[in-house]
């Protein structure tokens, strides 16, 4: 009994409260309007069913919300993102590429280059792209958003110059394991999101890089002087955040077996952004939580699918992101909840005035 | 000659835009006709105006990402109203103009009760102005209303049988005139600069900092409403796929420019010669004919690093006199 307030206490001041209340009531609603949303299928050897259609396409989000969490803790933002997606994607699929070659009779299909090796390319130019907007952050001092949106503006122009201004097709079937595989019945894409997010949570709970990030976040320029190596760690942060949208960008064009150069990870810095939001993380860094950005990821994804199975037009989907946004910023907002407090007493207050 | 140096990134500005014409004269025939050079401001008076109200914000130490959304939410409302429901012009672009106005109001209130982040903000706002498109109508709504083709169709000769400009041509370049005046001539323009050199600083010296903040953000929303109008001009439609984009063109045009990204420098000249300079290599690789139209946009990423790099340089020169 004596333990009870305690609790009651420990789970309201739980930073993945409100965001799991979000999801459990986007689910709820979902539950309600379909009634089959919940079932769950044993077919060809894996599940079907609307939930692990939504974990399925929620794992490129969350991928890239890991590393924009991260980002964005330093006190940074990133919205080159999407044109990472876009170029990475662009070189998966140039260098598998694949065409169908019968030789005795049996179809055999060949890449253009291994595929191992197509990955690591890929995976090396967003790495690339990120180690870039961290040396223009970290050491030229650019504001992250200027840094970034020099990557955004240019990185479709060479992701098209990558493809040549074409939609790259992918021919390679060993590829699409990537984005549309199954591995003990659940989609492959979901196993590598989760491994992410394992190694990260290792890496800034069980070392000392979590506390450094946080440090950088709160007060730059305190960091360095406590002797944490500040821009040494925002390079590498932006540089996995670049990866993170690689392997995303890996997702997606094996998904849809193509590279786009103009339309691939298009706006999803902001569902990224959004996401780390709605998790808990503070935009003004210091403070992040990489579950609550995975959560996040879902929220969006859940709330997409939502508005697509309901029959409402998808692009109120654009008005809801924008109503949620704005919830979400006055809620992170101490001003605003002075002003809701104000509003509630001044009322009982002003009455002997 | 001994240039002052807060006219050094200016005056870079505008020798590149001079550099750029001289390569295009060379290199290619018939670039050197003064109608090319009034093209330049023909095709991009929408980018002008919204890129002046731009200026204004990241003058002040912020940044609106909803201008694109705000243009194409003003293009589809005009259409809808002419074309569907048969407004007057006198009628509907006033009532358009008032819209983005209050819509950058609303967003710059937030921005300044709530102490919200500008980014996340207005990003909001980018959001909720391409949603509202989409229900207004999801397709495109073209513009054959008389009095709207007439307006939208009318040149302007500079001399009888000379080059021409068109109406919105010349309301962007009225729009600079007035930004200049607004910027440097009066006590609102002061300080935005003031804000943007330091909001605290501006504080202590009692300037109107919250009513100038929430204002700011009100013009940006007027310039992207009427940069919706002038684009409907150009395009005579409207579409929610309308200027994608457009708030990073111009951001990169105000950055070109030479305005600084932390606020409390830069002229409003500058930003006219930055949308000219994307004017100008946009010409170049159409003349050129055989670039393909996204270097384009990696020449821009390429130039807005630099600008940025040479502004960062700048700062670091300034810190130890100031």
Known sequence: MSNTPSLVKRVQAHPLLWPVVTLVLILMVNASLNPGFWMLQWRDGHLYGSVIDILNRAAPLMLVSLGMTLVIATRGIDISVGATVAISAAVAALMVGGKLVITDGVAQHVSRFPMWLAIVCALLTALACGLWNGVLVAKIGLQPIIATLILMVAGRGVAQLLTDGQIVTVYYPPYFFIGSGYLWGLPFALFIAGFVYLLMHLAVTRTALGLFIQAIGINPAAARVAGVRERLISICVYAFCGLTAGIAGLIISSNVKSADGNNAGNLLELDAILAVTLGGTLLTGGRFTLAGSMIGALIIQTLTSTIYSIGVPPEINLVVKAAVVFVVMLMQSAEFRRAVRGWVVRPAAGSHA | ?322
Not at chain 2, 20 to 34: E, I
Not at chain 2, 66 to 82: D, N, Y
Not at chain 2, 102 to 119: D, E, S
């Open chain 2, 1 to 322: 000659m001994k240039l002052q140096s807060k006219y050094i990134p200016l005056a870079a500005t505008i020798s590149l835009f001079a550099a750029m014409s001289v390569f295009g004269a060379v290199s290619y025939t018939g670039f050197l006709s003064p109608q090319v050079f009034l093209n330049l401001l023909i095709d991009n008076a929408f980018l002008v105006i919204v890129a002046v109200g731009m200026t204004f914000v990241i003058l002040s130490g912020g940044i609106d990402l909803s201008v694109g959304s705000v243009v194409a939410l003003s293009t589809i409302v005009l259409a809808k109203l002419v074309q569907h429901l048969h407004w007057d012009l006198m009628a509907a672009i006033p009532l358009v103009l008032c819209m983005g106005t209050l819509f950058g109001a609303f967003m710059g209130w937030l921005i300044q009760r709530f102490r919200l982040q500008p980014f996340i903000v207005t990003l909001a706002g980018m959001f909720l102005a391409r949603g509202l498109c989409y229900l207004i109508s999801i397709d495109s709504i073209s513009i054959t209303d008389e009095a709207y083709t007439v307006l939208a169709q009318t040149r302007l000769h500079l001399w009888s049988g000379g080059p021409m400009v068109s109406i919105s041509a010349v309301l962007a370049l009225a729009v600079l005139a007035a930004a200049v005046f607004v910027a440097h001539g009066t006590e609102f323009g002061r300080t935005v600069y003031a804000i943007g050199g330091s909001e605290h600083s501006a504080v202590l010296m009692g300037l109107p900092v919250a009513r100038t903040n929430v204002l700011v953000y009100a013009l940006s929303g007027f310039c992207a409403a009427l940069g919706g109008v002038v684009f409907t001009f150009y395009m005579l439609s409207g579409y929610g796929l309308h200027a994608v984009g457009l708030e990073l063109d111009a951001i990169a045009a105000v950055v070109i420019g030479g305005t600084l990204l932390s606020g409390g420098v830069g002229y409003m000249v500058g930003t006219l010669f930055g949308v000219l300079t994307l004017g100008v290599i946009q010409t170049l690789i159409m003349f050129d004919g055989s670039l393909s139209s996204w270097w384009t946009r990696i020449v821009i990423g390429a130039l807005l690093f630099v600008f940025c790099v040479l502004q960062r340089v700048f700062e670091a020169g300034r810190k130890p006199g100031a």
